[in-house]
């Protein structure tokens, strides 16, 4: 694959079997569409000619069936899986590991089908908005394996915080601190939530809570990587295996390998500031906006009432 053909990779793992009552594929558009369809609508709008969905492969038959189906003829749908006992050589599963891995390892199990072609990735669960994949495709475009200093070139969309924020309960996010358009670090915070008279604020990786301001750039899990990245990513998971506190429980993350990187000089991530505005249910009293959002879009002519046909 070459830039001019780029891959998406959807991160759909952690849905499960019984798709009814998951988040992930709750109709919120005009026709049913859930926010996954919005995704890859806009993906392939933005020059995306290839989806790569990472899932777990006792739900294959059934994603295959019931959403992969959906894309085909519209764009190349391929599949990778996330298993737990898909490890770096001389690892074994621990015991009374039953939870996955994390989006590190997801993203890193999906090496073999992305291939040596560049890539973004993004959540199977989120609505990212147009723009933010029009940013991605000329990411990719103008993308190069390593920088001059030797950095493997990276990119992310981000996100304004008081833009990803739930008006019904708390929300963890990635922070991100932003230098020269580069990012320098990304730290997860919990809790995030409005207060009074509109503040914001959450618990940083210290376990303390700060205010915030809500301008704050947010990571929502869109990165645009070159294929070099895989080395990477499992040199990072071999580290975070060895070190690993709970084995039953912890999670490589995707943010926190990238943080890693940029604090060892092993990668630039030049950051591309999106002004849309992302939408997810995390709770289900958010569906009902979500509803309303995705229907003025749908009456400003930014999507068609069935996206599809």
């Not at 899986?81 to 690892?91: H, R």
């Not at 599963?93 to 199990?109: F, L, N």
């Not at 475009?141 to 950095?151: K, R």
């Not at 708390?170 to 320098?184: K, Q, T």
Request: net charge negative.
């Amino acid at each position: 694959m070459t830039s001019e053909s780029p891959t998406l990779l959807v991160l759909a793992a952690g849905m499960g079997a019984r798709y009814g009552g998951l988040k992930q594929l709750e109709a919120v558009g005009p026709d049913g569409e859930t926010l996954m369809d919005y995704a890859i609508y806009d993906a392939v709008r933005a020059g995306f000619s290839r989806v790569v969905f990472l899932i777990r492969q006792d739900i294959a038959e059934v994603f295959e069936t019931q959403i992969g189906s959906r894309y085909v003829g519209r764009v190349e749908v391929v599949y990778a899986y996330q298993e737990l006992d898909d490890l770096p050589v001389g690892f074994a599963v621990p015991e009374g590991r039953e939870r996955p891995w994390g989006t590190g390892h997801a993203t890193w199990a999906a090496r073999k089908v992305v291939g040596d072609s560049s890539f973004a990735v993004i959540n199977a669960d989120d609505f990212y908005g147009a723009e933010t994949f029009s940013r991605l495709t000329e990411s990719l475009a103008e993308s190069y394996e390593f920088g001059s200093s030797g950095q493997l070139s990276c990119f992310m969309a981000g996100f304004r915080l008081s833009e990803t924020l739930s008006e019904h309960g708390n929300v963890s996010r990635g922070v991100c601190a932003i230098m020269d358009g580069f990012l320098n670090t990304v730290s997860e915070w919990t809790g995030i939530a409005r207060g009074p008279e509109g503040t914001v604020s959450g618990i940083n990786s210290e376990d303390q809570r700060h205010a915030l301001t809500g301008e704050e750039t947010a990571s929502m899990n869109v990165w645009g990587f070159p294929a070099g990245v895989f080395p990477l990513l499992e040199k990072s998971f071999i580290s975070f295996l060895r070190e690993v506190g709970d084995v039953t429980k912890d999670e490589f993350y995707l943010p926190s390998a990238v943080d890693e990187w940029i604090k060892q000089d092993l990668a630039t991530v030049r950051v591309r500031p999106t002004p849309c505005r992302w939408m997810g249910v995390t709770y289900k009293e958010d569906k009902p906006r979500v509803i309303e959002a995705l229907s003025a879009l749908v009456a400003e002519g930014a999507y068609p009432a069935k996206l599809w046909e």
